[in-house]
């Protein structure tokens, strides 16, 4: 039998899981340098010992209402096709173990919740945890963006770390 560990996530009343390989560290929110002319999801550039990533408010993505963040908001950052990405999530509550059987495709019926984004639906013990496809988070001409964003603003924010 086997099994998957996921770093189970909150964002509004939703709970989400990307595989723990995916996931490079989780932090604390930090100071976030703003870079004008952007998606309003994307937050900014954050300067990560050295290492420039771009920021993304997952409420925003997913249309859920803002949320100012607190002691529980965090930033996982996670590996999406070669790039490191932060993601603001209200808050990090375990890291699971789950069968490979308990995980199934994303329901039709799902329509609380923009279906592209997801990879499955995970069940652990009575909740559901949305299972996050990380490379579905950004259209390949938003990813060119984003890689654009970086390489512009790379050494601004590394000089004003």
Request: net charge negative.
């Amino acid at each position: 039998m086997a099994l998957q560990q996921l770093v189970i996530f909150q964002i509004a009343d939703e709970s989400f899981g990307i595989s723990i390989t995916d996931i490079f560290q989780i932090i604390n929110p930090q100071e976030i340098f703003k870079v004008p002319n952007t998606p309003p999801f994307i937050e900014g550039l954050l300067n990560l010992r050295g290492k420039v990533l771009t920021v993304f408010n997952l409420r925003k993505r997913f249309k859920m209402p803002d949320k100012e963040n607190d002691e529980s908001t965090k930033i996982l950052i996670v590996n999406s096709n070669g790039m490191l990405l932060g993601f603001i999530v209200d808050s990090v509550s375990e890291i699971a173990k789950v069968p490979d059987e308990d995980i199934e495709p994303a329901p039709e019926t799902l329509t609380s919740f923009d279906r592209r984004f997801l990879s499955g639906v995970a069940k652990l013990g009575e909740k559901l945890i949305l299972m996050l496809n990380l490379e579905k988070v950004l259209t390949p001409d938003e990813e060119q963006q984003v890689k654009e964003i970086v390489e512009k603003h790379e050494n601004e924010v590394i000089a004003n770390a």
